[in-house]
């Protein structure tokens, strides 16, 4: 019997590569308030992944190919990486917040598993609100220090 492909693997893996993104990160800056807002992104992935794993068969990660993605996500992480502590590091963590939500939202309407798509529904707006949270930090120590 041929296996299928799993719609949560891609979103799997972008939740793993973003916690790695954020632990990075979170490593190469000096500033206390971007190591807090990197902790917090880096904390509510890896809360999101356990949720999500227990409902994935970990054979799908053997079978499934689409690990080109992955590996193609992961360079542009490392690129990003170098950026994130010297560029506008709001608008770079804006576009991987983004990418997350689009990655949830495919995963959604892919599955057809009833409870993951509800527990989907429950972790866009965890992350959207930390997020939000973590950007208003950032806009108040800017506000701060300006």
Not at 15 to 38: M, N, P, Q, V, W
Not at 44 to 56: D, G, K, N
Not at 64 to 91: G, P
Request: glycine share 0%; charged share 25%; hydrophobic share 40%.
């Amino acid at each position: 019997m041929r296996r299928t492909h799993n719609p949560l693997i891609p979103l799997v893996q972008t939740l793993d590569d973003g916690i790695e993104f954020y632990r990075i990160a979170e490593k190469k800056t000096d500033a206390l308030e971007l190591k807090s807002t990197f902790r917090k992104m880096a904390d509510i992935r890896e809360f999101s992944l356990a949720y999500i794993l227990p409902y994935i068969d970990h054979h799908d990660f053997d079978v499934d190919k689409s690990l080109t993605y992955h590996n193609t996500l992961a360079n542009r992480y490392a690129a990003l990486i170098q950026d994130v502590v010297t560029d506008d590091h709001l608008d770079l963590v804006r576009e991987i917040e983004e990418h997350l939500i689009d990655a949830m939202l495919t995963a959604e309407t892919t599955s057809h598993n009833a409870l993951v798509q509800c527990i989907i529904k429950d972790l866009i707006p965890r992350i959207s609100r930390n997020f939000d949270e973590c950007l208003h930090a950032q806009e108040q120590s800017a506000a701060i220090a300006a």
